[in-house]
């Protein structure tokens, strides 16, 4: 069985502080698929990152940072500099790498202060 | 190109009434897949459709079905609709029967 822990529920920041949201998942999968989602209001899921566990190079897009790692599975986003319009609900996701069945965490709810 | 398109937007439907929800996968996807997300979780896995063929299903009980059209959209029906199916059900599509990433905005089911 699969499953996503985002432990933190709901974190508050203020604006340019930088913030990371941890994820951790179990699978005895050899090979499967990590997602990054981002969910604001309007309720689309807005995909952020794609990786595979044969990939565990940390990825950084913008003010956006992943670090991956195998050895503790972990699959923690950090948002440098956070902004306003940062402020959503956060899915970590894990899927298998032949079926589009994807176990989704809880979510965190970031929200960043002016 | 357009993103996955999903209809309506919005529904309320009465206790033990069916409903049926859409869903257009972006051009060239050939898999499409259905969550149903209760408010303060996340998404939960319903079913996968690719190549017309059912690939996987959750947990869910019977009176969940889908189907896949041969331009690959696809139907997710709920007959004897409970509270509990208040929710919003999410598609998404890929390309290939690997994982998805790609959803729609959704579809906002309220029981009453």
């Known amino acids: 069985a699969q499953k996503v822990t985002q432990a933190q529920t709901e974190i508050s920041v203020v604006e340019k502080e930088d913030v990371t949201l941890d994820c951790v998942y179990e699978?005895?999968?050899?090979?499967?698929?990590l997602f990054w989602y981002k969910q604001p209001p309007s309720g689309e899921l807005v995909f952020l990152i794609r990786?595979?566990?044969?990939?565990?190079q940390n990825e950084i897009s913008g003010r956006y940072s992943w670090n991956f790692q195998k050895s503790t599975s972990s699959f923690n986003f950090t948002i440098t500099a956070s902004q306003v319009v940062d402020s959503a609900v956060y899915f970590c996701?894990?899927?298998?790498?032949?079926?589009?069945?994807?176990?989704f965490g809880d979510g965190t709810t970031l929200t960043v202060k002016p | 190109d357009a993103g996955v398109t999903q209809s309506p937007t919005h529904l309320i439907k009465t206790r033990g009434q069916q409903v049926t929800l859409r869903c257009s996968p972006i051009?060239?996807?050939?898999?499409v897949s259905w969550y149903q997300q209760v408010l303060g979780q996340g998404p939960q896995f319903i079913f996968q459709?690719?190549?017309?063929?059912?690939?996987g299903r959750g947990n869910f009980p019977d009176r969940f079905s889908a189907r896949q059209f041969p331009n690959y959209s696809s139907e997710l029906n709920v007959n004897a609709l409970l509270l509990g199916d208040s929710a919003l059900y999410l598609c998404?599509?890929?390309?290939?029967?690997?994982?998805?990433?790609?959803f729609g905005q959704g579809t906002r089911l309220t029981v009453v």
């Open positions: 051009s060239g996807h050939k898999s």
């Open positions: 998404a599509s890929s390309w290939d029967r690997g994982p998805e990433a790609f």
């Open positions: 996701a894990l899927s298998p790498p032949n079926a589009g069945k994807s176990t």
């Open positions: 459709y690719y190549e017309k063929e059912e690939r």
């Open positions: 990786r595979n566990s044969f990939d565990e």
């Open positions: 699978t005895r999968d050899t090979t499967y698929y």
